[in-house]
Antibody
Framework: QVQLAQSGAEVKNPGASVKISCKASGYTFSNFFVHWVRQAPGQGLEWMGMINPTDGVTTFGQRFQGRVALTRDTSTDTVEMDLSSLTSDDTAIYFC???????????WGQGTLVTVSS | DIQMTQSPATLSAFVGDTVTITCRASQNVRYWLAWYQQKPGKAPKLLISDVSTLQAGVPSRFRGSGSRTEFTLTISSLQPDDFATYYCHQYEDYSTFGQGTRVEI
């Protein structure tokens, strides 16, 4: 069965970076884009960006350009999201999700809580 | 960027009611519109894709409609399991979500 398994919760100081992984299984990794969506406490969903696992090409939302990086490892079917210069506003649950091209997100990871606090 | 405006923010209803949630796009998203259900502490669950295509296993009381910039999600005969937050999502131009509608008892 399709699964996107994310790494565990993180606590970071302001100014630090965080890296979250998303390991895909149960489908052909290269056939689906992997997107990242975050949700601040009590708030809605915010799209951050996506990566094409086939060629590693990435696209980011305007708010995150220059501060987020996505990489993929086709040997382990894993995508990593690296968010830098953290502030308290980055405290959120971060989800990875897959989509087949111009398509909605049909499978999601379980979410990773990132807490930014001094 | 395409903006998605969802209303209402909160909706109070009884079991058995029919409820409607509206989503308006700032520009034409054609048919690239989805609806998700999210429960506390869980990832969103895809209910409807391409405006009106029900996902496998989703009850037929959920119905999506609309086109271009105006879309609705209708839930008929509301069940206890339907009390959750619902989001619209455009994927015509990258991705944008609506602000969410909390359906409460």
């Amino acid at each position: 069965q399709v699964q996107l398994a994310q790494s565990g919760a993180e606590v970071k100081n302001p100014g630090a970076s965080v890296k979250i992984s998303c390991k895909a299984s149960g489908y052909t990794f290269s056939n689906f884009f992997v997107h990242w969506v975050r949700q601040a406490p009590g708030q809605g969903l915010e799209w951050m960006g996506m990566i094409n696992p086939t060629d590693g090409v990435t696209t980011f939302g305007q708010r995150f350009q220059g501060r987020v990086a996505l990489t993929r490892d086709t040997s382990t079917d894993t995508v990593e999201m690296d968010l830098s210069s953290l502030t308290s506003d980055d405290t959120a649950i971060y989800f990875c999700a897959r989509a087949a091209g111009t398509a909605p997100f049909d499978y999601w990871g379980q979410g990773t809580l990132v807490t930014v606090s001094s | 960027d395409i903006q998605m405006t969802q209303s209402p923010a909160t909706l109070s209803a009884f079991v058995g009611d029919t409820v409607t949630i509206t989503c308006r796009a700032s520009q034409n998203v054609r048919y690239w519109l989805a609806w998700y259900q999210q429960k506390p502490g869980k990832a969103p669950k895809l209910l409807i894709s391409d405006v009106s295509t029900l996902q496998a296993g989703v009850p037929s009381r959920f119905r999506g409609s609309g086109s271009r910039t105006e879309f609705t999600l209708t839930i008929s005969s509301l069940q206890p399991d339907d009390f959750a937050t619902y989001y619209c999502h455009q994927y015509e131009d990258y991705s944008t979500f609506g602000q969410g509608t909390r359906v409460e008892i």
